[in-house]
């Protein structure tokens, strides 16, 4: 399996893997699919601050994870939002788990100091794969999407990514070299 950064090249890849999420599930509270490039703009936007990771067997996208700002103001530089999405038929199979890993990884070397993980609850799968990730619930806010004419709620997980009382810095993607983002999923 290789892990590397995305490419808008892989947006129809990645739409198909996401594409059930939207249609069949409340993991995403996303309601219509969308466009390929509309994808094609996350995966653009996204990458120049955050790392946005796929995963890859035999050529195959089987899945991605990525970083995102967690809330616009300037004291949130600090921590990120995690998204990942695993193809139905590779779950199960240390694929989401090597993406965390490397995502993690890549984000503590940036100087983050929280990953938070927003998760539609119910959903037992994903929080036990967080859970033994090192994620700990922090809060559930109730009733907080509305799709498939039903209420869910949503539980946030974090990750302590640093300890230190000191601050660094956060570096942007879009400030390293090629060979300094390399070596961060590495």
């Not at 004291?75 to 038929?89: C, G, M, P």
């Not at 100087?111 to 927003?118: G, K, L, P, T, V």
């Not at 570096?171 to 590495?186: G, W, Y």
Request: hydrophobic share 40%.
């Amino acid at each position: 399996m290789e892990i590397r950064y995305a490419r808008v090249s892989d947006a129809q890849a990645c739409l198909e893997i996401y594409t059930p999420y939207v249609l069949n599930t409340a993991i995403t509270f996303e309601l219509e699919v969308p466009t390929l490039k509309a994808f094609e703009t996350r995966i653009q936007k996204i990458s120049t601050e955050f790392p946005y990771l796929v995963a890859c067997e035999n050529g195959e996208i089987l899945g991605y994870a990525y970083a995102s700002r967690y809330r616009e103001r300037k004291a949130y530089d600090w921590v990120v939002e995690l998204s990942i999405y695993v193809n139905k038929n590779a779950q199960a199979q240390g694929l989401g788990t090597a993406l965390y890993h490397t995502l993690l990884s890549a984000l503590t070397k940036l100087h983050y100091q929280r990953a938070y993980a927003c998760i539609t609850y119910p959903n037992d799968q994903s929080i036990q794969f967080h859970e033994k990730l090192g994620f700990e619930p922090i809060g559930q806010f109730k009733k907080s999407g509305y799709k498939f004419e039903k209420w869910f709620d949503i539980l946030w997980m974090e990750l302590a990514l640093q300890e230190s009382e000191k601050l660094a810095q956060v570096l942007l993607l879009s400030a390293l070299t090629e060979r300094e983002k390399n070596a961060l999923i590495q």
